[in-house]
């Protein structure tokens, strides 16, 4: 049996078509595709994240614990501080892409639910004399996504007198209806906004509070564009554990001079190496049919790279894709061939975001 948001009820009132994906069923589109695409872009859109989870960790030694085990470097967080990280094998390889954020006397690690049994197995593991606790919060706590240009207007709307987060990652407290509610700075759609962590009681009030206000519902469907656009990988789809960190590309989730983690070893020696063998690049994609996950890249008649994602961009009006590409392929503006459905298809290599990497300059 698939696991239901909270705003079940809600979004079936609003149209909702669902999909099951990962365990979940999920709102895929509300009925119009671009228009979705469209609030997000112009206005701001609400994204239900009934599929993120969190855990907390306290104790004396939650710092020097996670300091081992994630990529990335806590030592210079403050409250209210948050960074992106990944949790990996000895080999290098990722486990699991996370979320930080530093409170008072714990931290917090949030990510797609359905990783959340293999995260804990994989921390328990490493997890013997050290004084930590984890605990899992995601009963009484839910997350909606505002995303969108209007969306901090709309938030200095709603919690008047709040201090939103400036930084990416960062977050604050705000006051919905006497209740509390962590307000997250999260890109998830290219265009900025704001994650919004809430007590599960207060979900449904404040998800109606935004509507009222002006923002959309907006679906698997116009999400998935949105992130393709943005040159957001998800974890499960562009990424597992069969790839390494640095193939990934995962910048803003690594720190070179922390120092001794989990995977460490291999990370630095391949940093020192100077490459990858493959890398997740951009790609822009002739004709008006996306392509499809596994889809091989040629030039020249050889194999050099696999789609991993395809979506039609509404930015570019033809397909996009992220997909890994070897290494003496990957410059943008290299010329390859995407085979599809029996027939192939010139496609050019991007940075990402792939939508402002393919728009031509001023």
């Known amino acids: ?46 994204f ?110 709603l919690f008047a007198n709040a201090e939103l987060p400036l930084q990416p990652n960062h977050h604050g407290m705000a006051q919905f209806d006497a209740t509390p509610v962590c307000v997250v700075r999260a890109d998830r759609s290219g265009f900025n906004g704001f994650d919004l962590i809430v007590q599960t009681s207060q979900l449904a009030a404040l998800a109606r509070s935004l509507s009222d206000l002006g923002a959309a519902w907006v679906g698997e469907q116009a999400q998935n564009i949105l992130r393709i656009e943005a040159g957001i990988p ?35 020696r391949i940093r020192s190496r100077g490459h990858v063998n493959k890398k997740l690049c951009g790609l822009v994609i002739d004709g008006s049919t996306p392509a499809s996950c596994g889809d091989k890249i040629s030039a020249g008649g050889k194999e050099v790279g696999q789609i991993t994602s395809s979506v039609f961009s509404f930015a570019l009006h033809r397909p996009i894709a992220l997909a890994y ?3 003496d392929f990957w410059s943008p503006g290299t010329t390859l061939t995407v085979g599809h459905g029996g027939s192939e298809f010139a496609a050019t290599v991007t940075a990402r975001p792939v939508v402002a990497a393919a728009r031509p300059g001023p």
């Open 48 to 157: 239900d994240l009934a599929n993120r989870a969190m855990l907390q960790f306290t104790g004396e030694d939650r710092l020097p614990y996670l300091q081992g085990m994630l990529s990335n470097d806590l030592r210079p967080l403050k409250m209210f501080d948050g960074q992106q990280a990944t949790i990996l094998t000895q080999q290098g390889k990722v486990v699991a892409d996370v979320r930080v954020l530093c409170s008072l006397n714990s931290f917090y690690l949030d990510f797609w639910e359905p990783l959340k049994e293999k995260i804990l197995t994989h921390l328990n593991r490493y997890l013997v004399a050290d004084d930590v606790e984890i605990h899992d919060p995601n009963e009484p706590w839910k997350m909606l996504s505002l995303q969108g240009p209007r969306a901090q207007m709309m938030l200095d709307q």
């Open 234 to 268: 998800r974890y499960g789809i562009d990424f597992s554990e069969d790839n390494l960190l640095l193939e990934v590309a995962l910048d803003d989730a690594v720190s070179f001079t922390k120092g001794c983690y989990l995977g460490q070893e291999v990370v630095e």
């Open 325 to 327: 590409v070897n290494r």
């Open 1 to 46: 049996m698939a696991k239901r948001s909270t705003l079940t009820d809600l979004h079936e009132r609003h149209g909702a078509a669902f999909i099951e994906r990962d365990g979940w069923r999920l709102p895929d589109h509300f009925g119009d595709l671009a228009g979705e695409y469209k609030s997000v872009c112009e206005s701001a859109g609400l």
